[in-house]
């Protein structure tokens, strides 16, 4: 079993930076691929970030390609998200997600099955 606690979120202006922590406990050695999810009210949740353990292979999607950046502290367990030059469209509940999975490549750092969640923390963003 492993248990997600994600911290960071937070309300901010437009322009503005917020960096997103996920820490993970348990049974850690299980996980290949950690992900990030967003999720704003009314909206599908949407694939953000993903990296790959093995090899610290990260991928983004494309609204957040140069902007987001996603990293792994191995001797504290987390995974971070820096999040820069935030816009209103990035407001939502941010959540992080383990898999036992690989995610070696893009395709399946969107698609591999999420073995565990975090509960959430909300970023909004002002105009």
């Known amino acids: 079993q492993v248990t997600l606690v994600e911290f960071g979120g937070g309300s901010v202006q437009a322009g503005g930076a917020l960096r997103l922590t996920c820490a993970a406990s348990?049974?850690?050695?299980?996980?290949?691929?950690m992900r990030w999810f967003r999720q704003a009210p009314g909206k599908e949740r949407e694939w953000v970030a993903a990296?790959?353990?093995?090899?610290?292979?990260?991928y983004y999607a494309d609204s957040v390609k140069g902007r987001f950046t996603i990293s792994r502290d191995y001797s504290a367990s987390t995974v971070n998200l820096q999040m820069n030059t935030l816009k209103s469209e990035d407001s939502a509940m941010y959540y992080c997600?383990?898999?036992?999975?690989?995610?070696?490549?893009?395709?399946?750092?969107?698609?591999?099955?999420?073995?565990?969640w975090g509960q959430g923390t909300q970023v909004t963003v002002s105009s």
């Open positions: 990296i790959w353990l093995a090899t610290y292979a990260t």
């Open positions: 997600a383990a898999s036992r999975e690989a995610c070696g490549t893009r395709y399946l750092a969107v698609h591999v099955t999420s073995d565990y």
């Open positions: 348990g049974n850690t050695n299980s996980i290949n691929c």
